[in-house]
């Protein structure tokens, strides 16, 4: 094989990516990245050492956390960014290993590989590769866990950055991170310590996510209930996707006046939630779908696209937009013209995309109409007393956390009738793009109450945690899982597998997972997985209507 990748839901034949990753990454992509992740592992080793010593080194932090950012599914296709980065990334180990060999400080324990490699040729990434890959670690089980928390660290990674960007860090975040990918080094843990790691990334997990809520809601206020227009006006557009919010205001606020509007895409969407960017009459709605129907939709908006993070997917050959595309931050596609990070105190230089957007045509109509979201956890505690009554009452029977990811797969479209099929005294509770299987079906709603109430962001999971634990305390229980809420969550890549963990750690039993189980675990680790906590897989949407609604 020239790759091995499973990291994502679309893992080739379930199993892994063995030539080309499903998502359109090369294979030399896939290698780099396996050697950077090798790389972070052994400036880990040697800032946890520092750190030990009191040795701060906040350029490193910044440096692992970007790393990892960068090789999430579908963020970074450009093989340059990951050379560069491996490079960058043995140069900064070598300088903390002088400076630490000078002090005579050196790594408790065995130090592996990662953290004696010497500077060498991109030339020679594939036999570097072949070591720092995954299946470098010949035990399956162990294998599997590793793997479990170094996706759980990336998926971390993504909201640390984020709320980096607006000013957030917390020191926790990055010790545990850095010390989590230390310990995916050490052969001598045993299964039973790599599963308590596995809960212990959930818990962090929780951390960054509560860390990235507040920074999103004291930069831009509290999401409101909003209706969001899917329809489009005659000027010509930005459409902007991804997660990052502070390049979201960044844009509003460059674009003002210029006769440029803006429309969210995928994943931005929640952004039309936050107070602080109902100000500019220029910010229109949102544009489309999910991410994977990109290829369709970039073509009929006619103005630049830009992307603040992942998910690209990588555009056709016969494509015309293609010139059209910028990429920001973590994101990177070769070919795509990128956006310079904004240097400290700073803001993004955005001009070049404005431009550009100023002499193309105005988007194309593909829908009329409005959704309705805003749903993260200060607005539902607004709510509390008419949901708490209406549980009550018996209005609202149970709640259905469907949060999580989209794919292409014709299987998510269980999604879609499952949504559909669901009885009317019930309610979705959503957040990340899986809400485009649903969010725009007319589902109604229950005395006022709509049955999908989508919380934001992938990110903003957090919030459906929160208002899950504040349900748990007003109606006075002892266990979480007492209360009248089913997860039927889908997943696709590495900020889904966070959210999975973090929502563990809390002690939620019974998830169901799909469309299919990830392909990096392992019989037996799946098996803890059931055991331990009920994580179960999908089967159809009658089979599992049925197991839902007897209380299974």
Aim: hydrophobic share 40%; aromatic share 10%; charged share 20%.
């Amino acid at each position: 094989m020239s790759m091995f990748c499973y990291q994502c839901q679309e893992a080739a034949k379930g199993t892994g990516c063995t030539i080309k990753g499903v998502c359109g990454k090369t294979d030399e992509v896939a290698n780099l990245q396996d050697v950077l992740m090798f790389v972070l592992k052994g400036i880990s080793i040697y800032n946890t050492t520092a750190r030990r010593a009191g040795i701060e080194k906040p350029e490193i932090n910044k440096f692992i956390v970007d790393g990892l950012f960068a090789t999430i599914t579908n963020g970074n296709f450009d093989q340059n960014v990951f050379i560069r980065k491996i490079q960058q990334g043995l140069e900064m180990r070598n300088k903390l290993r002088q400076e630490l060999e000078k002090t005579g400080i050196r790594p408790e324990g065995p130090v592996n590989e990662a953290a004696t490699w010497e500077p060498f040729s991109p030339d020679e990434f594939v036999s570097k590769a072949e070591t720092a890959g995954v299946l470098a670690t010949e035990d399956e089980d162990v294998r599997s866990l590793r793997e479990l928390i170094i996706y759980g660290v990336k998926g971390m990674a993504a909201y640390t950055e984020h709320a980096f960007n607006l000013g957030y860090e917390d020191p926790a975040i990055y010790t545990f991170m850095q010390e989590a990918l230390v310990a995916t080094t050490r052969d001598t843990l045993t299964a039973d310590e790599l599963v308590e790691l596995v809960i212990e990334t959930g818990k962090y997990g929780v951390t960054a996510m509560a860390l990235l809520d507040k920074a999103n809601t004291s930069a831009y206020g509290n999401p409101e209930i909003t209706t969001v227009n899917i329809g489009t006006r005659n000027n010509p557009g930005i459409l902007i996707s991804g997660h990052d919010l502070k390049d979201m205001e960044e844009l509003l606020a460059q674009t003002e006046g210029t006769g440029v509007d803006v429309y969210t895409h995928s994943e931005m969407l929640p952004a039309n939630y936050y107070p602080a960017f109902k100000k500019y009459s220029h910010f229109v709605g949102n544009y489309g779908n999910s991410w994977w129907k990109q290829k369709e939709e970039f073509e009929t908006f006619n103005g630049p696209v830009l992307f603040t993070t992942n998910c690209i997917v990588p555009p056709a050959s016969s494509s015309t937009y293609s010139d059209r595309v910028y990429t920001t931050g973590a994101a990177g596609f070769y070919g795509f013209r990128h956006i310079p990070d904004r240097e400290s105190g700073g803001k993004k230089d955005f001009s070049s995309i404005i431009e550009h957007a100023k002499n193309c045509l105005p988007p194309v109509e593909i829908e009329k109409g409005e959704i309705t979201g805003g749903f993260a956890h200060a607005q539902v505690f607004a709510l509390a007393d008419k949901i708490v009554e209406a549980v009550k009452s018996g209005a609202i029977r149970k709640f259905f956390v469907m949060a999580g990811c989209d794919g292409r797969m014709k299987s998510r479209n269980y999604y879609s009738e499952f949504a559909e099929k669901l009885p009317q005294d019930t309610v979705i509770l959503t957040a990340g793009c899986a809400k485009y299987r649903y969010n725009k079906l007319p589902l109604g709603d229950i005395g006022g109450i709509p049955r999908v109430l989508d919380a934001g962001q992938c990110n903003d999971s957090y919030s459906l945690a929160v208002i899950a634990m504040k349900l748990k305390e007003v109606f006075e229980l002892n266990d979480i899982n007492e209360l009248p809420i089913a997860y039927n969550i889908a997943w696709y890549e590495q900020k889904a597998v966070i959210v999975l963990l973090a929502l563990l750690s809390l002690g939620v039993k019974n998830i169901h997972l799909g469309p299919t189980l990830p392909a990096f675990l392992s019989p037996n680790v799946a098996g803890v997985l059931v055991e331990k906590f009920g994580i179960a897989g999908i089967t159809t949407a009658d089979q599992d209507m049925a197991l839902f609604m007897n209380g299974n």
